[in-house]
């Protein structure tokens, strides 16, 4: 038995060695074809037909590519041929490219971007600066990889290659992107995507709107990117016939993140298929990737690490350094979620230093973040305090808004465990602030898309409105032409046709004074529509205003005195006396705040509805201001400040006695918030032709000229913090405004940077 299986063996190896000798002898032959055409020239003929040969292989056959690129290149050197020099370099640096041999790729476009600039050719410094840029671009050289482009983009313009420009800006999106500056991303990808509609390139145009999507999806604007998505699968469906994997695991990503867990396995499903029918190394890896996400998210966490693992191979043969420290930071939370703690702190470890050596720095903020979790498990305190501070400065070198909201709250989360409770609270005030300042953002970014497709649909709408003027006219001048043949062929007829154009002329005035007519009725209907929308604009200030103040500072001292209560309920005989009167110092001081702010917030309601009406009556302006400042003088006390009151005890003003009361303490309680410790208030009150002027002067940190405007104007998100952070709505200005106008006086405001505000009142005396 085993002599047969050894001689069916042997039989087996003589046939296969019959069969490959003679097709390796024809694959040889076939090559040495391809290496010696063009047998019948000579000198820089023969290398520029060699060079434009293999210049159509793009990534096709790179083995052969870069053998007859060297042939020319040797070719070219005994020719001294300069231009044989640029085409062969740059055909043996796409060789290396397309094999990922980055480094020799790029010390041969630099050989030939030196030949096309001594032979000062803008087509191919425009190709050597593109490829320069992507070679850096994929080294994750970022900054390198912009100055390149960007050398490309002015080559590109000068030479008038439109679509070379798209292809650039589309470029510098990616580079964005991969840095993790998203916005910084949107912007480019956009500009690319308004010259590739242009040129009618619907493969780009389908890539740009993807990318888009991709970017506002990381912004977590999930609306926006849905909507970017689903055009670039139109895009794809009707004008390629080819549907991208990346786009239907890009809507697959953003069902899982709505929940409907059917709908994200539906195009997760169909993007692997369209990946593996394409052989799309990206596909089939991406898919993956949110295979395990979707597995993550339902809990079968050995499925997820199943498909992660999958996934980081397919991302290993792009050597994409990014994919793979996402990859490494997700295996990470699986085994963290499945309490294997030494295992996903080293996955965390490998993907933070993936990226600090790639220089990716919010895939190195996420894994240190990660990290920091791990250590928190551990109660290694100090260490997790020092390791988010350096998160803390990467996120913030990055922008990473997102990055900063998970570092805020666990700041707070360590703070708390180290019983040091008003830094924890601390923390907790700027993940709210920062997590309601992403909402508006966000708010701003879909308000600024939506009127960016409104203003281009107009200008499309325009555009068709001046062709089909264009059509019509080119009509009128055709028929004017007709009309003159005709006059002059049938000169016999010439009264018929003068009295026939006099009608013509006659019914062309009547049609003009109706259209007129007509044009004027318009005008007033939209005279009457733009006061009726300035209304609505004011209307929708005072709800913006409103709703974001219920929404955002009310919030805040609700959430501080939920805070310190519940710390107090928690571990009230823990603490000490002085902590727990320090928490409930801090409930006392906000509460104080948020009665304040409800105040001046049922006032300015009431005064918007119309149902606050001034009973003006002789008030003693003295005896007045001084009450208000009794009333005061604990909050300056605390900073050191001195008020004064040089006003005349005869003075007399007509006023609201409850509004001027609203009016002076937000004015005095602005004051007290923006002067530094040790400063000075000063009330000044003169008679100057029958009217009372009244200053409110202080020796604050001032206020900007440009930002003057905007303390009385309910539409402007306008505000500063105290000289102790003290933070307000801006509310209490525009209450003054309203009260001062509702009692016939005025309010002005001056101010100097570093020197002081002063606020004046122009008040009425007694008739």
């Not at 080294?139 to 100055?147: E, T």
């Not at 740009?208 to 991709?214: D, E, F």
């Not at 999930?222 to 055009?231: C, D, F, K, V």
């Not at 006003?647 to 002076?664: C, R, W, Y």
Request: with cysteine; glycine share 4%.
């Amino acid at each position: 038995m085993k002599n047969r299986v050894y001689t069916i063996y042997k039989k087996s190896v003589i046939i296969c060695f019959i069969l490959i000798v003679p097709l390796s002898a024809i694959l040889y032959q076939d090559k040495n074809n391809q290496i010696n055409l063009f047998p019948n020239m000579i000198g820089t003929e023969k290398i520029d037909s060699l060079n434009n040969y293999i210049l159509s292989f793009g990534k096709n056959n790179p083995d052969l590519r870069m053998e007859i690129g060297r042939k020319c290149y040797e070719l070219s050197k005994k020719e001294n041929y300069k231009f044989g020099l640029l085409q062969a370099t740059y055909n043996i640096g796409a060789s290396f490219f397309h094999q990922s041999y980055f480094d020799s790729a790029l010390t041969y476009y630099k050989e030939g971007y030196k030949y096309a600039n001594s032979l000062n050719n803008l087509d191919w410094k425009m190709n050597f600066e593109t490829n320069i840029g992507q070679v850096f671009s994929n080294k994750y050289h970022f900054d390198s990889a912009n100055v390149y482009y960007s050398l490309g983009m002015e080559s590109a313009k000068l030479i008038k290659d439109t679509s070379a420009v798209g292809y650039l800006y589309n470029s510098m999106g990616a580079v964005y992107w991969k840095k993790g500056e998203f916005l910084n991303a949107i912007k480019y990808y956009k500009l690319g995507l308004k010259i590739n509609r242009e040129q009618g390139n619907y493969n780009r145009v389908a890539r740009s709107l993807n990318s888009i999507g991709s970017s506002y999806w990381n912004l977590k604007n999930n609306i926006l990117a849905l909507e970017y998505y689903l055009e670039a699968l139109e895009v794809q469906k009707y004008y390629l016939g080819v549907i991208s994997p990346l786009t239907l695991n890009n809507i697959a990503l953003l069902y899982l993140e709505l929940n409907d867990i059917a709908l994200a396995e539906k195009y997760v499903a169909e993007g692997l298929k369209n990946a593996k029918l394409k052989t799309s190394i990206l596909g089939e890896g991406y898919s993956y990737l949110n295979m395990g996400d979707l597995n993550f998210k339902k809990k079968k966490y050995n499925k997820a690490l199943e498909y992660y693992n999958k996934a980081i191979t397919f991302y290993e043969k792009l050597k994409d350094k990014n994919g793979i420290a996402q990859i490494l930071n997700k295996i990470g939370e699986v085994f963290l979620i499945t309490n294997q703690l030494k295992l996903a702190e080293k996955k965390f470890l490998e993907a933070y230093e993936i990226s600090e050596v790639n220089r990716l720095k919010l895939t190195q903020t996420e894994s240190l973040i990660n990290y920091c979790r791990i250590l928190l498990y551990q109660n290694k305190n100090s260490e997790v305090r020092t390791n988010l501070d350096q998160a803390l400065q990467l996120a913030e070198e990055g922008s990473f808004a997102e990055s900063k909201l998970k570092i805020f709250e666990l700041k707070s989360e360590v703070y708390e465990k180290l019983k040091d409770y008003k830094t924890a609270i601390l923390f907790q005030r700027k993940y709210v602030t920062l997590k309601d300042s992403l909402f508006n953002e966000k708010r701003l970014h879909i308000f600024s898309d939506t009127k960016e497709k409104y203003e281009a649909a107009e200008k499309e709408k325009r555009n068709s409105e001046l062709q089909h003027i264009n059509e019509i006219q080119i009509l009128e001048l055709e028929s004017q032409e007709k009309e003159k043949l005709y006059v002059i062929a049938l000169s016999i007829f010439s009264l018929f046709v003068i009295i026939y154009l006099t009608y013509l002329n006659t019914q062309r005035k009547k049609r003009n004074t109706a259209l007129q007519k007509a044009n004027n009725e318009v005008k007033i209907i939209n005279e009457k529509l733009n006061e009726t929308n300035k209304l609505l604009q004011k209307s929708n200030s005072t709800k913006d205003k409103f709703f974001s103040i219920i929404s955002h500072d009310l919030k805040n001292p609700f959430n501080t005195l939920l805070g310190a209560s519940e710390i107090l309920q928690t571990d009230f005989y823990e603490m000490t006396n002085e902590e727990n009167k320090e928490l409930i110092d801090l409930i006392a001081k906000d509460s104080q705040k948020l009665y304040a702010l409800l105040e001046n917030l049922l006032y300015w309601a009431n005064s918007q509805t119309g149902e606050l009406k001034a009973n003006r009556t002789n008030i003693l302006l003295n005896q007045s201001i001084s009450e208000i400042v009794v009333l005061f003088s604990s909050s300056a006390k605390e900073k050191n400040i001195s008020i004064d009151v040089d006003i005349p005890e005869s003075l007399i003003i007509v006023f609201d006695k409850f509004m001027f009361s609203t009016v002076i303490r937000n004015l005095l309680s602005n004051a007290i918030k923006f002067t530094n410790v040790g400063g000075k208030i000063l009330f000044v009150a003169r008679e100057l032709n029958g009217i009372i002027e009244l200053l409110v002067i202080d020796e604050g940190v001032g206020i900007e000229e440009n930002n003057l405007q905007k303390l009385f104007d309910e539409s402007s998100d306008y505000r500063e913090l105290g000289t102790n952070d003290e933070s307000g709505t801006g509310l209490g200005l525009i209450l003054c405004r309203d009260f001062v106008k509702e009692n016939s006086s005025k309010i002005e405001v001056s101010s100097k940077v570093g020197k002081g505000t002063t606020f004046k009142l122009i008040l009425e005396k007694p008739k």
